[in-house]
């Protein structure tokens, strides 16, 4: 009876205009943002500089675009005056991304049954848009028509009970996809053809026999053992190598059935593009049991350090903690907090191991900050070069959490292991501040009334862009975190601003609608605010600074 | 066993004709909901508002209001779902219960009875060893990628249900001769007007479009082609569009697998032995 809907996409496309909007024929630097971080080492920064301190509090709306959905966590693309926009339940747009005229439209079929959110994210190559849908596939569309070009399975969505990673990347003329979903189940890291859709690889996130580090699981645990790549990855095409951050184990908050540290869950890992293998890993959590990530975005920067380029990587784990690596080796450079309410551990050893961490276990319950919402979860970092500092944001949420006694469990089984009540933390307020990347120092803070709940953009103009709960997008001032501009969208903001650039007129786009599960929490943590927060919606806004009166002055 | 995935998925609930909509206590329901987000919905099992994540979806499920408050409090055995006597008092069940009905803004009745989970029936041992090779993805051949069985699998080969009464010998000759099923799953040459050729299963025929399964990767790429750009679509009859590899599979695998194939039938066999199959070829 089921049988067939898999693939029954019945996917409509519905095409609209086929000509391209008339843009201005020479594309400058940070004129597109093609892929889902705007480069593919994670920066989420932009070269544009028309908008800046000066300027930014004249910034307004140009359009909007309401996609008809529910919540709009989405990350637009924009390649050549095109934006493309993935809308919750696979609802794909192409907009001329100078006036918001919609292009083209593609809807599929809603699958049944449980299946997790809509992907946050696209990649572009070959004229090709690749897109992991609800039901798990990997498809490729036409970029000028929106037409399916290929599609394959990655694996059936009822049996893994898994959907793709938030975004894909492109490594060349490779299309990488990872895989979401807290079951039991064995994670991993796909790479397809660009052009063909053919597989071409697959790297799993738990060590099976022969892989180094399954000595870390007993008994077949590794198949069962989580590692779920839930975000986005980043690429150095210079390394040909591929960065993805690796989620929790399974059961996710009991840990008795699995001694040992469960590699390679919680842990970056670096594998060779061409071939799928593991060159190294480095595991940030071992033997987790508080779903301490390591989801979050690998963020690629060379760093001058002694007359020498260090190629390091900056990484922000759910626990509190930022690990900073050497990218070609995996070796450890550092590692500090991002956040202020962290008592799970005493602190992070030379080897980059927690002291004597907090382990969740039945029927004890325990206070323990961050709570598995993360000090932070998918509202990704920005790099900016041109300050030399990385914008992080942190909740500042504990959780009372206890472990449950195990049942027995097989392949795609929900075996969450535990309960837990998460609260405000008693002592601390959630921020965003500026970091020196490498040392840790906190060059400002911004408190924020409220968890902040939208990924940062940075701007070669020295701001930062995100927006709050309540529905208010925002500028900072990159160098002091003072707020320089504000927009009411009416929706809560769980979505990533871009910044992007046609016909030498920059704009700044951000989605409205809130879609993240921490976002979810702010009524129920702050009661006494509850009032303003706003229903969700699902709208684009893009704005950009008033163009001069014909005659005027600029 | 895989049918059974999650007790919930399969419950079917009938509205009563003469129940009154049940009471609202507007407070109980805001004081419920505060209560679901912190517990039910985090840890990503119920998801914001109830709308399912890795746990089922309960909007506009009308449960009966004494199965959801049984469900809080006693849990659901062989699934995730565990009990949370003693977590709450007795006035937040009643509130959890109250934002639950809540979900189902038509109501719900009292009366109703769920309907038992359509049940399969039992695998033997070695029917579920075949089943675990049947679905194990990390296999090359990984039959389930084309084929769907007992209401899992894919769409690109024949649902193989309907080999379920054939003899053991006459399934294990249809994966080793790769026997095309030519009405349905006629296999098709593309050759485009660059010259590109594509052959493979075919999929369907729109008025712009034509759709095959590309069957030269695993898994399988069903590709979509812009009738404008088609010089030519042939059939290629008599060609199996695809050779099952029998190579990485022993002969106890493959009786396993005919065994578990085999499943569905009403008088299920006792156990085939490898040397009942006949030959690889």
């Known amino acids: 009876m089921r049988a067939g809907r898999t693939l029954r996409a019945a996917a409509a496309s519905i095409l609209l205009l086929a000509t391209r909007p008339a843009v201005a024929q020479d594309r400058a630097p940070g004129d597109d943002w093609p892929n889902f971080f705007g480069n593919t080492q994670a920066w989420s920064y932009s070269p544009l500089d028309q908008v800046d301190r000066g300027n930014v509090a004249r910034l307004a709306p140009v359009w909007a675009f309401s996609t008809g959905e529910k919540g709009l966590s989405a990350t637009p693309l924009v390649v050549d005056g095109v934006m493309y926009l993935a809308a919750p339940r696979d609802h794909l747009f192409a907009l001329d991304a100078a006036s918001g005229r919609l292009i083209w439209s593609h809807a599929r079929e809603i699958p049944q049954g449980q299946v997790g959110a809509s992907s946050t994210g696209l990649s572009m190559a070959f004229g090709l848009l690749f897109f992991g849908t609800m039901d798990n596939h990997l498809i490729a569309l036409d970029a000028k028509t929106g037409r399916e070009v290929w599609d394959v399975e990655i694996e059936d969505y009822r049996l893994c009970k898994c959907t793709t990673s938030f975004g894909t990347i492109l490594a060349k003329d490779k299309v990488i996809v990872g895989v979401r979903g807290d079951v039991a189940h064995r994670g991993y890291i796909d790479a397809y053809d660009a052009k063909t859709g053919k597989r071409l690889w697959r790297f799993f996130t738990v060590a099976g026999p022969g892989d180094p580090g399954n000595a870390t699981w007993s008994g077949d645990q590794w198949k069962f053992g989580g590692g779920s790549t839930w975000y986005n990855g980043s690429y150095d095409p210079d390394l040909d190598l591929v960065y993805w951050g690796v989620g929790n184990p399974q059961p996710m908050m009991f840990a008795g059935n699995r001694p040992g540290d469960n590699l390679y869950t919680d842990s970056v890992v670096a594998i060779d593009a061409a071939t799928g293998k593991l060159r190294w890993h480095f595991q940030e959590t071992p033997h987790d049991s508080l779903d301490y990530d390591s989801a979050p975005e690998p963020v690629l920067i060379d760093v001058d350090r002694g007359g020498t380029t260090q190629k390091l990587l900056v990484h922000a784990n759910k626990s509190g903690f930022t690990y900073v690596l050497d990218r070609a080796t995996g070796k450890l450079i550092g590692a500090w907090p991002h956040a202020d309410a962290i008592t799970w551990t005493k602190g992070i050893d030379k080897d980059g191991r927690p002291i004597d961490p907090l382990q969740n276990e039945p029927g004890v319950e325990k206070l323990v900050c961050p709570s598995v919402y993360g000090s932070r979860a998918a509202n990704h970092s920005a790099y900016s070069p041109r300050t030399g500092w990385w914008y992080n944001t942190s909740f500042e949420v504990c959780a009372k959490m206890r472990a449950a006694p195990l049942m027995p469990f097989k392949e795609g089984d929900f075996v969450v292991g535990g309960f837990l009540a998460p609260e405000r933390s008693q002592t601390t307020k959630p921020f965003i501040a500026a970091f020196d990347p490498v040392t840790g120092k906190r060059e400002w803070t911004h408190q924020t009334e409220v968890l902040n709940a939208s990924p940062l953009l940075a701007t070669a103009g020295n701001l930062i862009f995100g927006g709050d709960p309540f529905g208010l997008a925002w500028a900072l001032d990159a160098r002091t975190g003072a707020q320089l501009w504000s927009f009411p969208t009416g929706g809560g903001i769980s979505a990533a601003p871009i910044s992007y650039a046609v016909g030498g007129r920059q704009f700044i786009a951000i989605g409205s609608g809130m879609s993240s599960p921490p976002g979810a929490l702010v009524p129920v943590l702050w009661p006494e605010l509850k009032d303003r927060v706003p229903p969700v919606g699902s709208t684009l806004f893009v704005f950009a600074l008033p163009q001069p009166a014909q005659g005027g002055k600029p | ?281």
């Open chain 2, 1 to 281: 066993m895989r049918a059974a995935l999650m007790l919930g998925a399969g419950l079917t609930v009938a509205a009563s004709a003469f129940a009154a909509p049940p009471a609202v206590d507007a407070g109980a329901v805001a004081a419920g909901g505060n209560l679901f987000t912190i517990s039910c919905s985090s840890s990503y099992c119920h998801g914001s508002g109830g709308v399912g994540a890795r746990g089922p979806s309960l909007q506009n499920r009308d449960f009966p209001l004494d199965y959801v408050r049984t469900t809080i409090l006693q849990g659901r055995p062989g699934t995730p779902m565990p009990s949370f006597k003693g977590t709450f008092r007795p006035d937040e069940i009643a509130a959890l219960v109250a934002f639950v009905q809540s979900l189902s803004p038509g109501g719900a009745a009292a009366s109703e009875e769920a309907a038992p989970i359509a049940a399969a029936g039992p695998l033997s041992q070695q029917a579920t060893l075949g089943s675990d090779i049947f679905f194990d993805a990390s296999r090359h051949g990984y039959c389930a990628g084309c084929h769907s069985f007992r209401g899992e699998g894919g769409p690109v080969g024949p649902d193989l249900a309907l080999v379920s009464s054939e003899s053991a010998a006459d399934i294990f000759h249809s994966i080793a001769a790769s026997l095309p099923d030519e009405k349905r799953f006629p296999a098709i040459k593309v050759t485009l007007r660059g010259g590109t050729t594509y052959t493979g299963v075919k999929r369907d025929e729109r008025p712009d479009t034509v759709r095959l399964y590309d069957l030269s990767s695993v898994p399988p790429v069903l590709r979509s082609f812009a009738k404008v750009d088609i010089a030519k679509l042939e059939p290629l009859a008599g060609k199996p569009a695809y050779r099952h590899d029998l190579s990485a599979y022993t002969d106890a695998d493959l009786a396993a697998l005919v065994d578990y194939l085999k499943s569905g039938a009403a008088n299920a066999p006792a156990e085939i032995k490898p040397g009942e199959l006949g030959p690889r070829r």
